[in-house]
């Protein structure tokens, strides 16, 4: 079975932590806590692995990388209540989506 948890889970552990020193010490704390073959799932339902972790949560200002490299929640980050209805099976890998298919229905 898959290692999903949602994107928030992340989130939860800035929370908690508050800040990384640099992008490795996260994804170190991410593997201890969630294993090493944690993937994820946005609010969007699409998955992606720990490699886009940090620029997906920077593209969305859910974090903010500072001149000295560390890692923090941004300021005014909110979270939707996405995690709240988490469905691992309804999960579309980004695979899913660059296949040109035409579903026609008679």
């Known amino acids: 079975m898959e290692n999903i948890k949602h994107i928030h889970e ?50 969305r200002s859910k974090i903010i990388r500072n001149d000295d490299g560390s890692l923090m929640l941004h300021p005014s980050m909110s979270m939707c209540g996405g995690h709240k209805n988490f469905d691992p099976n309804a999960v579309h890998h980004d695979e899913d989506h660059h296949h040109g298919h035409n579903h026609h229905h008679e």
Do not use: T, W, Y
């Not at 989130?11 to 090493?36: A, C, H, M, P, T």
């Open 10 to 59: 992340v989130l939860f552990i800035f929370q908690e932590i508050g800040k990384f020193e640099n992008e490795e010490s996260l994804i170190k704390v991410v593997k201890e806590r969630l294993g090493d073959d944690v993937q994820f799932m946005s609010c969007s339902h699409v998955a992606f692995g720990l490699e886009e972790v940090v620029p997906f949560l920077l593209g």
